[in-house]
């Protein structure tokens, strides 16, 4: 396909780069000398700290010769010194103000709030953290390189333009499962910015590509690994949408209190009155919200689902009706404010929901079982949801009692229970086969749903005919040990054995084009996607001689080879051994609803850069799952 994966805005601004630097603990910039740093940008203003003060150290009284001690007229103040980076006056209040040389009237003064008469007399607080406890940004994320993040300094010397344009450039989820899994890992890390960015600016890109992704709890870590007075703007519209992703609206309380200015749009001023309302200002909260409402600068049922959730909060006796009447949209504030205070969305809203609430549904603890199930299969699909957390949920289902109103939900639980304990692997896996749901059109989410149950089937000729989806299930969870025990049942050209060559840690012959050309004789997909996918996998993975590649390539018509802005930037990094880099570049190519959008081209690079950088675990993962779902 001569079409590249790229979206226009990220192609142009990755086009703007073509150095990388090294991922090292002290990396050194690859770019030529006088290249550094062509257009000096002006260097982000440092947190603000407070300064130091010098304090009279007390002097001990004098004694006498003798040794007594000398009464002393006064008592003699005992100072304790300010520590280093204490809180200051200035910090808590600035300076009164002036107001131009006129003081407000009475009638104005009555009628500010409180925060407003702070505000314009200069004593609301700038921060909401004692200064011990305030956390450095040099390093922001949650997972550090000990519990599996990617190396700190990846990113630190590497140009502003391209990790802007990486993050920037992936604008929705991605067509691997296995992607989605590396991309979150990479943008949870814990990371120091690079150089010439500012750090608030780098987490708000991170939490915005979470939150795109469907990954609100992780976006929500990521915001609040910042001390609230660090937040900017693009820090604070990325916290707003992983909280309301969360159904967490109180989560968003310090930056709304502290920082209650920096928006002004509906949506942050209902989340005033709440947080106001869960301070102790239920009547402000009430009174705010009624003139939201009055005035028509919200929607009627968002002040409605704002007064329940406020109300919660407050000891308000006035009972708030929710009327769905004449709502024909649902947004993700009417779906996170019914979710929380336990609101039942009309059915015409949720039939047929978009992506997003079904994302945000699976994760949901608030929710019933019955619909975190329903939306399950998106989420193990795209890698939200591991194949252990599917199974929890139809495990909890299972262990309910009365759940005879769940229909075919609560048959699947109990099916999947004989997929584990059936008498014996016949039995098993006629339990499997019923939840894969036939042998056409299977959902690849039913088999992230049985991979461990599949890991419990002896390999025998018996099951000869499933041995590829089985494999497939298993290799969707990683479990590619238990499925290397069906190497000596798959023969060669079958689907069974293309995902083990691609899938085994260590394949030490190498395929020739005689087996992808077997395989390819048999490959049913649309334009032989599966047999090209392979042949790049293969190829990525360095298990073909060249002459071999040539020689399949040429047979498929497909070309690996060729060279976009895109494939030479993340071969690049690979070059560099940067980890973090390629994951983003990746998660750009990866991009897409289908595997339909994928191309030979951009899977071979994908994989030989992850292998290259020493990801070989997830570059073998990507490719296996590449030609099971292609």
Same mark, same amino acid.
């Given at each position: 396909?001569?079409?590249?994966?790229?979206?226009?805005?990220?192609?142009?601004?990755?086009?703007?780069?073509?150095?990388?630097?090294?991922?090292?603990?002290?990396?050194?910039?690859?770019?030529?000398?006088?290249?550094?740093?062509?257009?000096?940008?002006?260097?982000?203003?440092?947190?603000?700290?407070?300064?130091?003060?010098?304090?009279?150290?007390?002097?001990?009284?004098?004694?006498?010769?003798?040794? #007594?001690?000398?009464?002393?007229?006064?008592?003699?103040?005992?100072?304790?010194?300010?520590?280093?980076?204490?809180?200051?006056?200035?910090?808590?209040?600035?300076?009164?103000?002036?107001?131009?040389?006129?003081?407000?009237?009475?009638?104005?003064?009555?009628?500010?709030?409180?925060?407003?008469?702070?505000?314009?007399?200069?004593?609301?607080?700038?921060? +909401?953290?004692?200064?011990?406890?305030?956390?450095?940004?040099?390093?922001?994320?949650?997972?550090?390189?000990?519990?599996?993040?990617?190396?700190?300094?990846?990113?630190?010397?590497?140009?502003?333009?391209?990790?802007?344009?990486?993050?920037?450039?992936?604008?929705?989820?991605?067509?691997?499962?296995?992607?989605?899994?590396?991309? %979150?890992?990479?943008? &949870?890390? %814990?990371?120091?910015?690079?150089?010439?960015?500012?750090?608030?600016?780098?987490?708000?890109?991170?939490?915005?590509?979470?939150?795109?992704?469907?990954?609100?709890?992780?976006?929500?870590?990521?915001?609040?690994?910042?001390?609230?007075?660090?937040?900017?703007?693009?820090?604070?519209?990325?916290?707003?949408? &992983?909280?309301?992703?969360?159904?967490?609206?109180?989560?968003?309380?310090?930056?709304?209190?502290?920082?209650?200015?920096?928006?002004?749009?509906?949506?942050?001023?209902?989340?005033?009155?709440?947080?106001?309302?869960?301070?102790?200002?239920?009547?402000?909260?009430?009174?705010?919200?009624?003139?939201?409402?009055?005035?028509?600068?919200?929607?009627?049922?968002?002040?409605?689902?704002?007064?329940?959730?406020?109300?919660?909060?407050?000891?308000?006796?006035?009972?708030?009706?929710?009327?769905?009447?004449?709502?024909?949209?649902?947004?993700?504030?009417?779906?996170?404010?019914?979710?929380?205070?336990?609101?039942?969305?009309?059915?015409?809203?949720?039939?047929?929901?978009?992506?997003?609430?079904?994302? &945000?549904?699976?994760?949901?603890?608030?929710?019933?079982?019955?619909?975190?199930?329903?939306? *399950?299969?998106? *989420?193990? %699909?795209?890698?939200?949801?591991?194949?252990?957390?599917?199974?929890?949920?139809?495990?909890?289902?299972?262990?309910?009692?009365?759940?005879?109103?769940? #229909?075919?939900?609560?048959?699947?639980?109990?099916?999947?229970?004989?997929?584990?304990?059936?008498?014996?692997?016949?039995?098993?896996?006629?339990?499997?086969?019923?939840?894969? #749901?036939?042998?056409?059109?299977?959902?690849?989410?039913?088999?992230?749903?049985?991979?461990?149950?599949?890991?419990?089937?002896?390999?025998?000729?018996?099951?000869?005919?499933?041995?590829?989806?089985?494999?497939?299930?298993?290799?969707?969870?990683?479990?590619?040990?238990?499925?290397?025990?069906?190497?000596?049942?798959?023969?060669?050209?079958?689907?069974?054995?293309?995902?083990?060559?691609?899938?085994?840690?260590?394949?030490?012959?190498?395929?020739?084009?005689?087996?992808?050309?077997?395989?390819?004789?048999?490959?049913?997909?649309?334009?032989?996607?599966?047999?090209?996918?392979?042949?790049?996998?293969?190829?990525?993975?360095?298990?073909? +001689?060249?002459?071999?590649?040539?020689?399949?390539?040429?047979?498929?018509?497909?070309?690996?080879?060729?060279?976009?802005?895109?494939?030479?930037?993340?071969?690049?990094?690979?070059?560099?051994?940067?980890?973090?880099?390629?994951?983003?570049?990746?998660?750009? #190519?990866?991009?897409?609803?289908?595997?339909? $959008?994928?191309?030979?081209?951009?899977?071979?690079?994908?994989?030989?850069?992850?292998? $290259?950088?020493?990801?070989?675990?997830?570059?073998?993962?990507?490719?296996?799952?590449?030609?099971?779902?292609?």
């Amino acid at each position: 396909m001569k079409r590249s994966l790229l979206l226009a805005g990220g192609a142009t601004a990755l086009a703007l780069i073509s150095a990388l630097a090294m991922a090292q603990d002290a990396p050194e910039s690859l770019l030529p000398p006088g290249f550094e740093d062509p257009r000096p940008a002006p260097t982000p203003a440092p947190s603000a700290r407070p300064a130091s003060r010098p304090t009279a150290t007390p002097q001990p009284p004098s004694r006498p010769a003798n040794g #007594g001690s000398t009464p002393s007229a006064t008592s003699t103040p005992i100072v304790q010194p300010l520590t280093q980076g204490s809180t200051t006056a200035g910090e808590v209040a600035g300076a009164l103000p002036t107001f131009d040389g006129k003081l407000p009237s009475l009638e104005q003064l009555e009628a500010m709030s409180t925060d407003d008469l702070d505000e314009a007399l200069g004593l609301k607080p700038k921060v +909401d953290i004692p200064a011990a406890a305030r956390r450095s940004m040099a390093e922001v994320g949650v997972l550090a390189p000990a519990e599996g993040g990617l190396p700190t300094y990846s990113l630190a010397r590497q140009p502003v333009q391209l990790v802007r344009a990486a993050l920037a450039g992936t604008k929705g989820p991605l067509v691997s499962r296995w992607g989605h899994i590396l991309l %979150r890992r990479a943008l &949870a890390s %814990r990371l120091a910015a690079p150089q010439g960015m500012d750090p608030a600016e780098f987490a708000a890109q991170r939490a915005a590509l979470l939150n795109r992704i469907g990954e609100f709890g992780a976006a929500r870590a990521v915001v609040q690994d910042v001390d609230t007075a660090n937040w900017n703007l693009d820090l604070t519209n990325a916290a707003v949408d &992983a909280y309301i992703g969360t159904a967490d609206l109180v989560g968003t309380c310090p930056v709304v209190r502290l920082k209650s200015g920096l928006r002004e749009d509906p949506t942050w001023h209902m989340l005033q009155a709440i947080c106001n309302s869960y301070a102790g200002e239920a009547a402000r909260a009430r009174t705010d919200l009624n003139r939201l409402r009055s005035r028509g600068k919200a929607d009627r049922i968002d002040v409605l689902l704002a007064q329940r959730f406020a109300g919660a909060a407050g000891q308000q006796r006035a009972a708030v009706t929710i009327e769905w009447d004449g709502v024909n949209e649902l947004t993700p504030w009417r779906f996170a404010l019914a979710n929380a205070v336990g609101e039942a969305i009309p059915e015409k809203l949720m039939r047929n929901p978009a992506p997003y609430y079904l994302r &945000a549904t699976a994760t949901a603890p608030m929710l019933g079982l019955s619909q975190r199930i329903a939306a *399950a299969d998106l *989420a193990g %699909r795209e890698g939200i949801l591991s194949s252990r957390a599917m199974i929890d949920l139809y495990s909890q289902l299972h262990a309910e009692s009365g759940n005879t109103d769940d #229909g075919q939900v609560a048959e699947d639980a109990g099916t999947l229970r004989q997929a584990y304990v059936g008498i014996d692997d016949a039995a098993r896996m006629n339990a499997i086969r019923t939840l894969w #749901g036939g042998k056409t059109a299977k959902d690849y989410s039913r088999l992230v749903l049985t991979a461990y149950a599949a890991a419990r089937i002896e390999p025998s000729t018996d099951h000869t005919g499933d041995a590829g989806e089985l494999i497939a299930s298993m290799l969707s969870a990683g479990l590619d040990r238990n499925a290397l025990r069906w190497a000596n049942v798959v023969e060669e050209g079958s689907e069974g054995w293309a995902l083990l060559a691609l899938a085994a840690p260590e394949y030490r012959a190498k395929v020739g084009a005689g087996a992808i050309g077997s395989f390819a004789s048999d490959d049913g997909s649309s334009g032989q996607r599966r047999a090209k996918f392979l042949l790049a996998g293969l190829a990525g993975l360095g298990r073909m +001689d060249q002459g071999d590649i040539g020689s399949a390539a040429s047979d498929l018509g497909v070309s690996l080879t060729a060279s976009t802005k895109w494939t030479t930037l993340i071969d690049r990094a690979a070059q560099v051994d940067n980890k973090a880099l390629v994951a983003l570049l990746a998660g750009v #190519g990866m991009q897409g609803t289908g595997w339909e $959008r994928m191309t030979p081209r951009h899977l071979y690079h994908i994989v030989s850069a992850l292998n $290259r950088v020493g990801l070989s675990a997830e570059a073998r993962m990507i490719a296996a799952e590449a030609v099971a779902r292609a």
